[in-house]
């Protein structure tokens, strides 16, 4: 897969740049010993299962030309997030197009960049605007613009339970990461035009130590992943190795690290610590692997997928790949590393639900590019790295 190097970093969703210095926390040990983490790291990844594929039937005044995220509706329908034309693109779950929500602008309802960043929730539909900082809502059913509510800090990820809204990112104030506001307040503050002063910023959970102390690394290696299950959080940072449990109160109750097999894995802290600006920093894609996403399912097992970069100086073009792994959140079994299939026609966009990886892909078909939306069950009992 191809793309330009900023095109990578700013519309993929997991390198933002929001450069500070905050406070630090205290990182609790990993569930699994060393020695246990590395005999774990040597056995295969999860069995990709392929339940379904489907190809989108984009149309003429609405083509997929630059993805930046896969939104799965409870009807199994799609939304896609279309950096090129700064719009959100809805698809049903035979791949038809529906409508579209929002168009390139400054106005109510327009996106001045379009975010990877978005949920649904019953016939809502809210999707971030990275250069305003404005979270826009719209009905699904029609794609009415219901209003907009401001961010204080650069949403990275949604998470819906209930009526609840989840949300992280890094607050450069508090230091913290995790934040979540009932639906109807948000919505509240969206027809309100704003006027109530409700601005969407994380208040819980404290960010790793690499980032408090080298602001290089904040800057460039800002990313958090995390998903919500029964009131227990797990969030993920892209350049840390541990995974943070999460209280129903936001106390942070354990760690959990993915053991590293075929992809690159990190540089060990005091690297990171140690890290300083030019070649040293602009190269630092080719050699570590970073968390994009994470979930955790019913059976107790956390689902991570990492993407490694690679920039070909004769094309001047990116190429990603990306690994899923299953661990068990007591430590006691892990499935690193499992090869995703992708083409090399687009960057894929990648999404988690439990046990469930869906992977967006263009393929070239013809003369032209088709878009595919593919379902994998993981399978952690079946460690063999297999894809059925």
Known sequence: MTKDPATLISCAGR????????????????????????????????????EDSI???????????????????????????????????????????????GQKGEG?????????AGFVAGDVVGIGDDHAFELELFELGSGAHIGAVKMGSLIEAYVVRGNTVWFVGIDTESSTT???????????AASAGGSDGTTLSPDRVGVPRIYT????VMGMLSGV???????????????????????????VVDSLEVPVARRRGLLDEEEF?????GPESTGIWGRISALVKVSHDSRGYVHTVHQESNYDPESRQMRATFFVSSVKADGTRACPDTLVPTSDAGLAELTLDGDRLRVLDQRLA?????????????DPDDCTGRIK
């Open 273 to 277: 610590l140690g890290m300083g600006r």
């Open 55 to 101: 190809i989108l039937r984009e149309t003429d005044d609405h083509p997929i030309g630059q993805p930046v995220s896969l939104i799965t509706v409870d009807d199994g329908s799609f939304l896609i997030a279309d950096g090129y034309s700064n719009s959100v693109l809805h698809f049903d779950s035979r791949g038809r197009f529906l409508r579209n929500f």
């Open 366 to 378: 013809g003369s032209g590019v088709r878009t595919v939306v593919r379902t994998f069950r993981i």
């Open 15 to 50: 390198l933002t740049a929001s450069i500070a210095l905050v406070f630090a926390i205290t990182a609790l040990p990993p569930v699994a010993s060393p020695n246990v983490s590395r005999v774990l790291s040597a056995q295969p990844g999860p069995t990709l299962v392929l």
């Open 178 to 188: 995790l934040g979540a506001v009932e639906l109807d307040d948000l919505l509240a």
């Open 213 to 216: 102390e080298n602001d290089v």
């Open 225 to 251: 992943t995390f998903d919500v299950r029964e009131g227990v959080s797990v969030v993920g940072f892209l350049a840390s190795p541990s995974l943070l449990i999460v209280n129903s109160s936001g106390a």
């Open 108 to 116: 109510p309802g327009e996106f001045e960049f379009v975010s990877y």
